[in-house]
């Protein structure tokens, strides 16, 4: 399996502002996300983050809100832009690592009044 | 496209007993199926997987068993401890992975 750190691993915010969060790998992986875990509910993808190219957003979800770069095989940034409270949310980065089996990082915790 | 549904959304059992929670997906094309555990502040940890072309697989106390004709899998806990309290997730991988909405696990010391 890959570690996985994230930064910060949690923020308060004031809305209207914009929050970067950082996702490292220890081992250069060619598929990174981004999944977003609202209070109590479940994991959904917000974006595939693409090494060398613009990231593939899922329905929902677009560039302007969640600009994604991805400069090597094993950094990646989301944004989260002009940010309302119901953007308080948990951020998760996730690579694969196989065919198959996937990881995911610690998450940043987003509260944003 | 993909829909994975999941219960019970919360399950109390006492230590030493066994918990069960079952998925069921919609895409007959999902050909691999993880579970995760969820503890509280942090991120999803995978525990066990199964592929499609395998029916059952266990890994100590945890075991998963995957029926692709009625297209469910189920997770299986024996021996519960304190320590297996989190939110499980169930997920399908077909052309994206598709997480289900969580299983409440607490067993009581």
């Known amino acids: 399996s890959a570690v996985i750190s994230q930064k910060p691993s949690r923020d308060i915010c004031q809305r209207g502002t914009s929050l970067t969060i950082q996702c490292q790998v220890d081992s250069q992986v060619t598929m990174m996300f981004w999944y977003r875990q609202q209070p109590g509910q479940s994991l959904t993808l917000i974006a595939t983050a693409n090494q060398g190219s613009e990231a593939t957003y899922e329905s929902g979800f677009v560039i302007d809100k969640f600009p994604i770069s991805r400069p090597n095989l094993t950094f990646s940034t989301l944004t989260v832009s002009n940010m309302s409270p119901e953007d308080s949310s948990i951020y998760l980065c996730?690579?694969?690592?196989?065919?198959?089996?996937?990881?995911f990082g610690p998450g940043t915790r987003l509260t944003v009044l | 496209g993909e829909n994975v549904e999941q219960h019970p959304s919360t399950l109390s059992v006492q230590e030493g007993d066994s918990a069960v929670i079952k998925c069921t997906y919609s895409d007959s094309a999902s050909n691999y199926f993880p579970w995760y555990k969820q503890e509280l502040g942090k991120g999803p940890q995978l525990i066990i997987d199964i592929r499609s072309n395998v029916g059952e697989k266990k890994d100590q106390r945890i075991a998963v068993t995957l029926n692709k004709t009625a297209k469910h899998f189920s997770l299986h806990i024996t021996e519960t401890q304190p320590e297996d309290s989190a939110v499980y997730f169930c997920?399908?991988?077909?052309?994206?992975?598709?997480f289900g909405p969580g299983t409440r696990l607490s067993v009581l010391p």
């Open positions: 997920a399908a991988r077909g052309k994206n992975f598709v």
């Open positions: 996730s690579v694969r690592l196989s065919s198959y089996a996937m990881d």
